[in-house]
DNA sequence: GAACGCCGTGTTTTT
DNA sequence: CACGGCGTTC
């Protein structure tokens, strides 16, 4: 492919985004606001780098926050540069530093096959060291005591260097059970998600020549969503970016929602400091929103402390202002934004695809997604269980980590009775001090069953057959495809045949489930060839998202807010904006209310044309019921950008009213808007129309003969002919 | 060793 | 409400 022409390069940029393409090195800050187009300057520069700067591609190394990320990136800078591109590094921290452990590891003293352990396989070891240490599980709970070890390791603290930190009791032992946990994950051969940044750093402390190395390979860095990186990811960048100080990083204070795994805002907020030289160039004028939405969202964000200044304008226009929903509860709520939705597409030809619902709270999508069905609206929903942390599918990868690192106790816990083979956990703790007191890894361990005198017969037999089948499958793994192993693991170790004796639907969703894993190991065998089954454990462990190219056509999206960030729809609705729910009642105590301002701001932000918000006044969460006040977010919309409407129930007509309600209208900031007072007084519209074709849960097929008040439709059933009368809140009712 | 049932608990999530 | 963890029972 030709070289771009560095006009083509740089047309389309307004100012501030071709100054910090064409800015020719040092540090540079792009401070990028909501939908500035960020993602276009980051992949135009390394573009404009490579073509017009003479760098090489191999000395690039661009960071992003997760792996979609790193394939959108290279595949936008490969299609203007072409298939040369190919050899950059574009990754996660996680990855690059996965990829340049492999090379150290032996450093280290670690093997260059280790396994990486995710915040499951985490949680499991630090329930090992509890259980060696004899601490109680309900003082020092698993989870909490590996969050605080996670967070330690995030601040580049071992244990030691923990140790010397702590003034309370909890941390004294954290720091206990940090110490073997670490010692466990080096007898395993394997590292977690923070050891990669953490050793990586080590490495490079205690190896200036592989340092040294590094720092002159990349001549240019640059870092995506600096404002969500933590201490270690902060440290790699200053360390690898020390000898050509190309440091390029972008981000938006404004964004940064994941302090609560460590991300530091201060690393943004201080890069002028840290590089006295550094530009700083920020991205204020927005593609994607109306003015409205921009305004309420800069209004929202001001009420934040300290933050570098920056005003969102666009010049698409004013648009519509931001609705503002009072619904009675989390039912009603699910009704107005179904109906809303049903309005738009008939009313506005807006399309499904065009339109997301964004929670706080995974909990909240149970009552849209029911109501969802039953009106036969088609949802995807993005995030909520991972394909990689179903159970089936970490377990045939289990499989396939014992295959390739036979140390991996951790795995091999988890397959060894899995399917059931008569192994239980005392099998399994004898087995486990065997192999320790031997030196030899469980595995090893598990065919030589018979010299351990704490089994019975039955598991020593059971273990050898293990044992056998572990090693034939190792052979047969050596020169097969990935995906003939997955399947031949799958079947010889009776996994597929204990799922299929289940007979339940359950188990079928995990049949389907597996058999889309083979799938993914077909695709990796294509793609690569040549690759091994170690190259395909490896890459796998760290890609954590498959939801890849499944995309379904005109179905609306529901997700989390923190799902939301980087996306963009026509239609967003913000459902549950009420105190407790969002802000969250613990964000509430903890003070931590501007991380949740700055989420509301993210989903303001994606915004293209409309943007909702809903909240109720009274919900049903975690199975009781609450009366919360209106969100203090929406009480900080200004009043000549909101249309106000209050959805009230059917029942309760004349009874209830208004002033009860705290919050954003109570100093008169109702909108005027025209014609929303009358809608203000309307019932929930109706989903269903005389003519339309539904389907019943025992009555089966039908046509809508009449709507009638009260949320009740007359509905004639083609199977007897009769017609009946049904609430549509209660009948299990929805279009065909 | 496995199945059943009770109790407690409950953000956000990528790697 | 819904799930996971743990203790009891067969």
């Known amino acids: 492919m030709a070289k771009p022409s560095l006009d083509q390069l ?149 244990a030691e260097a923990f140790g010397e930190t702590i003034n309370n009791f909890f941390d004294d032992t954290v720091a206990s059970v940090y110490t073997l946990y670490q010692k466990k994950l080096f007898a395993n051969n394997a590292m977690d998600f923070d050891d990669l940044l953490m050793r990586t750093v080590d490495l490079f402390v205690r190896f200036p020549d592989r340092l040294e190395h590094y720092q002159r390979g990349f001549r240019h860095i640059l870092v995506d969503e600096y404002q969500d990186t933590n201490h270690a990811q902060y440290m790699l960048v ?214 351990i005198a704490d089994l019975r017969p039955a598991a020593v037999k059971s273990l050898e057959n293990f044992s056998v089948r572990m090693a034939d499958l190792a052979g047969a793994a050596a020169n097969s495809p990935v995906a003939e192993t997955l399947e031949e693991v799958l079947t010889s170790s009776g996994y597929l045949e204990a799922l299929s004796a289940e007979r339940t639907v359950e188990a079928e969703g995990r049949i389907e489930n597996l058999q889309e894993f083979v799938g993914v190991a077909e695709e990796y065998d294509n793609i690569h060839s040549d690759g091994s089954l170690r190259e395909f454990v490896q890459e796998i462990s760290l890609y954590t998202d498959i939801d890849k190219l499944t995309e379904v056509e005109r179905a609306i999206t529901l997700m989390t807010l923190h799902n939301a960030k980087g996306l963009e729809f026509p239609v967003v609705f913000i459902i549950g904006a009420e105190e407790g729910v969002f802000p969250h009642s613990r964000s509430m105590e903890e003070q931590n209310l501007d991380e949740e301002r700055r989420l509301c701001y993210v989903g303001m932000t994606r915004a293209k044309k409309r943007l909702y918000f809903t909240y109720a006044t009274t919900r049903n969460l975690y199975g009781s019921r609450n009366y919360n006040l209106a969100s203090r977010f929406l009480g900080e919309l200004p009043g000549d950008l909101v249309a106000f409407e209050q959805i009230r129930p059917a029942r309760t007509r004349f009874g209830g009213g208004f002033g009860g309600q705290a919050g954003f209208f109570d100093e008169g900031e109702c909108a005027e808007g025209g014609n929303e007072a009358e809608a203000s007084l309307n019932e929930t519209p109706s989903f269903f129309n005389v003519g339309d074709k539904v389907v019943h849960a025992t009555f089966g097929e039908g046509v809508i003969t009449g709507v009638e008040r009260g949320g009740t439709v007359a509905v004639r059933f083609s199977v007897d002919g009769s017609e009946r009368k049904l609430m549509v809140d209660y009948a299990p009712l929805r279009k065909a």
């Not at 276009?40 to 190394?61: C, M, N, S, W, Y």
């Not at 160039?281 to 209004?299: G, M, P």
């Open 10 to 158: 740089l047309s389309d940029l307004n100012e501030p985004q071709r100054q910090a393409v064409v800015c020719p090195g040092g540090p540079l800050l792009v401070l990028a606001g909501a939908g500035s187009g960020k993602t276009r300057v980051l992949t135009h520069r390394v573009a404009f780098l490579i073509a017009a700067q003479g760098v090489k591609p191999d000395e690039v190394l661009a960071i992003t926050f997760t792996n979609k990320a790193a394939v959108e990136m290279k595949e936008r800078v490969e299609s203007l540069l072409g298939p040369i591109a190919r050899t950059m590094w574009v990754s996660t921290f996680h990855a690059a530093c996965a990829r340049i452990l492999r090379k150290e590891a032996q450093q280290l003293g670690y093997r260059r096959n280790f396994t990486i352990y995710d915040a499951g396989d985490q949680v499991r070891v630090v329930k090992q060291c509890l259980k060696e240490l004899g601490l109680d599980p309900k003082r020092f709970p698993a989870k909490g005591i590996h969050s605080v070890i996670s967070s330690a390791k995030n601040r580049l603290l071992d």
């Open 238 to 451: 200053n360390l690898l970016g020390r000898e050509h100080r190309n440091i390029c990083v972008v981000g938006d204070d404004d964004q940064s929602i994941y302090s609560w795994r460590g991300a530091d805002v201060r690393n943004i907020l201080d890069f002028k400091q840290d590089y006295p030289e550094a530009t700083v160039i920020k991205l204020e004028q927005n593609y994607r929103s109306t003015q409205a939405i921009l305004s309420a969202a800069n209004v929202v964000i001001s009420n934040n402390g300290e933050r570098m200044s920056k005003d969102l304008w666009t010049d698409l226009g004013e648009g519509e202002p931001v609705r503002v929903t009072e619904v009675e509860d989390e039912h009603g709520e699910a009704r107005y934004v179904a109906g809303e939705i049903s309005r738009l597409e008939q009313k506005e030809g807006i399309d499904h695809g065009d339109i997301a619902v964004f929670y706080r709270v995974n909990a909240q999508s149970r009552v849209l997604e029911d109501l969802l069905i039953r009106y036969g609206i088609p949802y995807r929903i993005v995030g909520g269980t991972k394909f990689y942390e179903r159970a089936e599918i970490k377990d045939a990868l289990a499989y396939l980590m014992v295959l390739e690192n036979p140390s991996d106790s951790v795995s091999f816990s988890r397959i060894v009775n899995s399917p059931k083979r008569g192994i239980g956990a005392a099998s399994v703790a004898a087995l486990a001090r065997f192999a320790e007191a031997a030196g030899i890894s469980m595995l090893d361990a598990a065919a030589r069953a018979g010299d």
